[in-house]
């Protein structure tokens, strides 16, 4: 078939509709991460490419709040993120601990499993986390070689404390892995204060980028666990290249030790580095500790804040323990008499807004709303109400008109 004979739409530039996306993430990306990422491709051992590499690793470490020499991305999703860390820290048959409260616990236990590993549950109900007490409790029965949890899990829109976990867990000599992929830039996330081995995320949520890449961050007994397991492919290898003495990593793409190796001095070919997604990923931390990381959480916490205020006036009920609920997404209680995948159509074909609602056992009961990076402003979160309560108005649900942007400019202007 020639190109003529095509249909018409495949002989066209797909161009996407405009949308805000306000649900639980991906979010509108920056408009800077967007323009760096256009930039001309460059050789991935170029100078300026490692210069940039490094770079990218520094201001990552801000972010993370970490001296970690190990902190630098992956090449794939959040999900490659979190496969990552599990499969290079944990061999077949040892011990993992994981508090599940989310959908994103479940996802931790699913690539647990496939990592050959013992996987020992805490079953949490969602719309709660995990008391550290009862976390101990099973550390001290299950004696985990590691704890792997979500800090902030957007199914249910709750957020794990994490600084008594860590040093529970540090007591007893057990490496705590967290995926905060959702919660990071939008919530403190204290690495080294908290005793946390290893931590990974994307760029998808409150760093206001796209996903495709993962940033991860080892401290030195994580990176110690992955150094025994050392390996380099024998295209490679030299007399120099001593294997380590631990298991193989059971994966090749989402070998860390491998990867840190690519990103350290050596420089060991690995993959070609994703360069546009480097460029976007440096873009989004140098963003964000421009504004200032404080400022970027107390940005959050406000928008976050003022939509859930705006919703309440809207006569909805907010979902979960909101004492341990995210700054960046809201549960919202599906009314009765209201349907709710008619409201999130009629919010994305009739004003391009995006709302979601969420898995398993909430699937169709609440709505998630999310001011996340570019999102967390206070235009979003007025358009946003303003178009749910008219979309609310048309199902029949009883509220008064404009209490919700009064409610939520109120917030705003509040903190002047």
Same mark, same amino acid.
């Given at each position: 078939?020639?190109?003529?004979?095509?249909?018409?739409?495949?002989?066209?530039?797909?161009?996407?509709?405009?949308?805000?996306?306000?649900?639980?993430?991906?979010?509108?990306?920056?408009?800077?991460?967007?323009?760096?990422?256009?930039?001309?491709?460059?050789?991935?051992?170029?100078?300026?490419?490692?210069?940039?590499?490094? =770079?990218? *690793?520094?201001?990552?470490?801000?972010?993370?709040?970490?001296?970690?020499?190990? $902190?630098?991305?992956?090449?794939?999703?959040?999900?490659?993120?979190?496969?990552?860390?599990?499969?290079?820290?944990?061999?077949? +048959?040892?011990?993992?601990?994981?508090?599940?409260?989310?959908?994103?616990?479940?996802?931790?236990?699913?690539?647990? =499993?496939?990592?050959?590993?013992?996987?020992? #549950?805490?079953?949490?109900?969602?719309?709660?986390?995990?008391? /550290?007490?009862?976390?101990?409790?099973?550390? %001290?029965?299950? !004696? /985990?070689?590691?704890?792997?949890?979500?800090?902030?899990?957007?199914?249910?829109? *709750?957020?794990?404390?994490?600084?008594? %976990?860590?040093?529970? @867990?540090? !007591?007893?000599?057990?490496?705590?892995?967290?995926?905060?992929?959702?919660?990071?830039?939008?919530?403190?996330?204290?690495?080294?204060?908290?005793?946390?081995?290893?931590?990974?995320?994307?760029? !998808?949520?409150?760093?206001?980028?796209?996903?495709?890449?993962?940033?991860?961050?080892?401290?030195?007994?994580?990176?110690?666990?992955?150094?025994?397991?050392?390996?380099?492919?024998?295209?490679?290898?030299?007399?120099?290249?001593?294997?380590?003495?631990?298991?193989?990593? +059971?994966?090749?793409?989402?070998?860390?030790?491998?990867?840190?190796?690519?990103?350290? #001095?050596?420089?060991?070919?690995?993959?070609? =580095?994703?360069?546009?997604?480097?460029?976007?990923?440096?873009?989004?931390?140098?963003?964000?500790?421009?504004?200032?990381?404080? #400022?970027?959480?107390?940005?959050?916490?406000?928008?976050?804040?003022? &939509?859930? &205020?705006?919703?309440?006036?809207?006569?909805?009920?907010?979902?979960?323990?909101?004492?341990?609920?995210?700054?960046?997404?809201?549960?919202?209680?599906?009314?009765?008499?209201?349907?709710?995948?008619? %409201?999130?159509?009629?919010?994305?074909?009739?004003?391009?807004?995006?709302?979601?609602?969420?898995?398993?056992?909430?699937?169709?009961?609440?709505?998630?709303?999310? $001011?996340?990076?570019?999102?967390?402003? #206070?235009?979003?979160? &007025?358009?946003?109400?303003?178009?749910?309560? !008219? @979309?609310? &108005?048309?199902? +029949?649900?009883?509220?008064?008109?404009?209490?919700? $942007?009064?409610?939520?400019? =109120?917030?705003?202007?509040?903190?002047?």
């Amino acid at each position: 078939m020639s190109f003529d004979d095509l249909p018409a739409n495949l002989r066209t530039t797909f161009v996407p509709p405009p949308r805000l996306l306000m649900g639980p993430g991906p979010i509108t990306c920056d408009p800077r991460v967007l323009r760096a990422m256009s930039y001309q491709l460059i050789g991935q051992f170029d100078p300026s490419m490692t210069a940039c590499m490094n =770079e990218t *690793m520094a201001l990552y470490r801000e972010v993370f709040c970490t001296r970690n020499e190990w $902190t630098f991305l992956i090449d794939s999703t959040a999900r490659g993120g979190i496969e990552a860390c599990l499969i290079s820290l944990l061999a077949p +048959g040892d011990k993992v601990l994981i508090p599940v409260f989310g959908r994103f616990g479940h996802l931790l236990v699913e690539i647990a =499993e496939r990592c050959g590993a013992e996987v020992h #549950k805490i079953d949490i109900s969602w719309g709660e986390v995990c008391d /550290p007490a009862l976390l101990e409790q099973h550390i %001290i029965k299950v !004696q /985990p070689k590691l704890v792997a949890l979500v800090q902030g899990d957007t199914s249910t829109t *709750m957020c794990q404390p994490l600084a008594d %976990i860590g040093r529970i @867990c540090r !007591q007893h000599g057990v490496l705590l892995y967290c995926d905060a992929t959702a919660s990071i830039g939008g919530n403190e996330l204290l690495v080294d204060e908290w005793n946390l081995s290893a931590v990974s995320v994307g760029l !998808q949520k409150c760093l206001s980028g796209p996903s495709g890449s993962a940033p991860v961050t080892l401290n030195d007994d994580a990176a110690a666990v992955i150094r025994r397991r050392k390996h380099v492919e024998a295209g490679l290898r030299t007399a120099d290249h001593i294997a380590g003495a631990g298991q193989r990593i +059971g994966s090749n793409y989402f070998d860390l030790g491998m990867i840190m190796d690519y990103w350290g #001095k050596e420089r060991l070919n690995h993959h070609t =580095e994703a360069t546009s997604m480097l460029f976007g990923a440096r873009e989004c931390a140098r963003i964000l500790l421009e504004e200032g990381q404080q #400022k970027v959480i107390e940005r959050h916490m406000l928008a976050g804040k003022a &939509l859930a &205020l705006g919703l309440q006036a809207m006569n909805l009920a907010l979902y979960g323990d909101q004492q341990h609920r995210m700054h960046n997404v809201v549960g919202i209680w599906i009314p009765d008499g209201v349907t709710g995948d008619a %409201i999130r159509s009629s919010m994305l074909h009739d004003y391009g807004i995006e709302i979601g609602t969420s898995f398993g056992p909430l699937h169709g009961r609440i709505w998630r709303i999310g $001011t996340m990076g570019y999102n967390a402003r #206070k235009d979003a979160v &007025l358009m946003t109400l303003a178009c749910l309560e !008219q @979309c609310l &108005l048309r199902a +029949g649900h009883k509220l008064s008109p404009g209490a919700a $942007t009064a409610a939520a400019l =109120e917030a705003y202007g509040a903190v002047g």
